[in-house]
């Protein structure tokens, strides 16, 4: 008997997080990514785009990779070189660049796709600031309820920030696209920073048992140089945080979730010090319908047996 896999579209920013949670989707023999849409946000978007194709061909892989927005919809583009490097992936030297994206931008592509899947086909996993998202669901409402869920890594749901006391970077980087996406009326799911905080930090003796699972668990650690160095200065965690990765950990398998309620979030465009946040009503004072299911907590368990295992070759 076969069952049949679920098709997966991934937009991200790639970055060194970003590149790991590409491998895991591309080996996860659960799902099939039948595309990859990149956004402007960690890098520039060439520099993402490039990333996005370095990593599919490390994986061995052809799935197909569309450039689409190179800036926020009504703000300057905020970029993270500090916090992943010059090249977003850890300037360890890696030969990046001089690939070619498949033809189309991402925004033009992610509507023919949903156009051409049945309604509930379809599971977006976002990475990145909401821009490209924010643009198809202005353009077309009605993509809203044809896709089956939007799995997003962005905000937080305890309202700690990392780019801001409040706000969490891909969705302060972009807030307008964000608010878009929050009340289309999605099945969402938000893997907020918080859950990257908590319950994936690798320190140097986990990142080594990563590495120690082959040529793809040392590629995802080695990549993490300028992350490592910015959590001691930046974050102050102990060792790194992977973000994306236990997203789609969510994505791929939502046990990897422990408590996720469902509750009403908006998102704070105007605050002079919480633009961009996630305002998440824990305790459903505020009435308003819910629409976010928001991971609370997860195990970091089964995140890090899924990593080792989907990397492993
Ligand atoms: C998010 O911002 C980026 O730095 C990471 O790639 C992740 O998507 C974490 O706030
Ligand atoms: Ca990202």
């Not at 051409?116 to 198809?136: C, D, K, Q, R, S």
């Not at 307008?176 to 320190?203: C, M, N, P």
């Amino acid at each position: 008997m076969t069952t049949e896999r679920r098709k997966l579209i991934i937009d991200t920013d790639t970055a060194s997080d970003d590149a790991v949670a590409l491998l895991m989707a591309l080996r996860d023999p659960s799902v099939e990514v039948i595309a990859i849409t990149v956004v402007a946000g960690n890098v520039p978007l060439p520099q993402a785009v490039q990333n996005a194709l370095y990593t599919v061909e490390f994986a061995g892989s052809t799935v197909p990779v569309y450039a689409g927005c190179a800036a926020p919809l009504t703000q300057k583009l905020h970029t993270a070189e500090v916090v992943h490097g010059q090249d977003g992936m850890g300037d360890i030297g890696l030969p990046i660049g001089g690939r070619t994206p498949a033809p189309g931008h991402a925004v033009d592509v992610l509507a023919e796709l949903i156009e051409a899947h049945e309604p509930g086909e379809l599971t977006l996993v976002t990475l990145g600031p909401l821009t490209n998202i924010g643009i198809l669901l202005s353009r077309h409402p009605e993509y809203a309820t044809r896709l089956r869920e939007v799995v997003i890594m962005g905000g937080t749901g305890d309202g700690v920030g990392n780019i801001t006391a409040a706000a969490e970077f891909n969705i302060w980087v972009d807030p307008e696209a964000a608010a878009i996406l929050y009340q289309a009326g999605t099945k969402l799911t938000q893997v907020g920073w918080d859950i990257s905080r908590k319950y994936a930090t690798f320190t140097k003796e986990q990142a080594d048992q990563v590495r120690r699972v082959g040529r793809l668990g040392k590629f995802a650690m080695d990549i993490q140089a300028r992350v490592n160095e910015f959590a001691l200065t930046g974050t102050k965690l102990v060792g790194f945080d992977l973000p994306d990765p236990i997203a789609m950990a969510v994505a791929l398998d939502p046990s990897v979730a422990t408590d996720m309620p469902f509750l009403n979030v908006v998102i704070e465009l105007h605050g002079e010090h919480t633009r961009g946040a996630t305002v998440v009503d824990h305790s459903g004072y505020t009435g308003r319908e819910r629409n976010t299911h928001v991971v609370l907590e997860a195990s970091r368990d089964r995140f890090v047996e899924m990593l080792e295992r989907l990397l492993a070759d």
